[in-house]
Every structure is written in structure tokens, then in C-alpha cells.
């Protein structure tokens, strides 16, 4: 009869180390899921960061452009105050962005 005890004893302790194993999995699941969430937000201010970085390098090379073309589009304007200065297609919507932008 000893025996048979022993046994129901194993069997008791390797249930509870099941449940234990998987209430453990349970909680650990729970604890990467709220992590998760509350990293998110600074995971994405760091995506937006690099974008934002990239974005002002491509503008910073295309205003290069611009600059480059301005010069030359300004020196061929006449200087005499009256008469009408007609902009060109890239100036007026440079003026226009800097007009929304205000």
C-alpha cells in the first residue's frame, strides 16, 4: 500500500508543476503584451525620427536646387523699380509655400 501512495503523491506534483509550467507561460505572455504596449509609442517616435531626418535631406537637396536655378533666374531680372517682375513657375510656388506656411 506504500507504494500506491508514492505514486498518487508523483502524480499530484508533476500535475501541479504542469499547471504551475503553464500558468507561468500565461503570465509571462501577459507581461511581453503589456511591454509591448508600452514601448510601442517610443518605437514609433523613433521610426518618425528617421523619417523626418531622411525628409530634411531630401528637401535640403532639392532647396540646393533651387537656390542654384534662383541665382541665375535673379541676376537675369531687371532692376529698374518700375517695371513688373514676372516670377517663374518654381518662384511662385516657393512664395506660395512660404505664404501657406505663414
Same mark, same amino acid.
Given at each position: 500500500m506504500?507504494?500506491?501512495l508514492?505514486?498518487?503523491?508523483?502524480?499530484?506534483?508533476?500535475q501541479a508543476?504542469?499547471?504551475?509550467?503553464i500558468?507561468? /507561460? =500565461?503570465y !509571462?505572455?501577459?507581461?511581453?503584451?503589456?511591454?509591448?504596449l508600452?514601448? #510601442?509609442p517610443?518605437?514609433? $517616435?523613433?521610426?518618425?525620427?528617421?523619417?523626418?531626418?531622411?525628409?530634411? /535631406? =531630401?528637401? !535640403?537637396?532639392?532647396?540646393?536646387?533651387?537656390?542654384?536655378?534662383?541665382? #541665375?533666374?535673379?541676376?537675369l $531680372?531687371?532692376e529698374?523699380?518700375?517695371?513688373?517682375?514676372?516670377?517663374?513657375?518654381s518662384?511662385?510656388?516657393?512664395l506660395?509655400?512660404?505664404?501657406?506656411?505663414?
Amino acid at each position: 500500500m506504500l507504494p500506491l501512495l508514492q505514486l498518487g503523491k508523483s502524480s499530484l506534483a508533476s500535475q501541479a508543476f504542469v499547471k504551475g509550467l503553464i500558468q507561468g /507561460a =500565461i503570465y !509571462a505572455g501577459i507581461v511581453i503584451v503589456l511591454l509591448f504596449l508600452c514601448l #510601442l509609442p517610443l518605437i514609433v $517616435k523613433h521610426i518618425r525620427k528617421k523619417q523626418a531626418k531622411k525628409a530634411a /535631406a =531630401i528637401r !535640403a537637396k532639392r532647396s540646393s536646387k533651387v537656390r542654384a536655378s534662383q541665382e #541665375l533666374e535673379i541676376s537675369l $531680372k531687371p532692376e529698374e523699380p518700375g517695371k513688373p517682375i514676372v516670377a517663374t513657375f518654381s518662384e511662385s510656388q516657393i512664395l506660395e509655400k512660404q505664404d501657406k506656411a505663414s
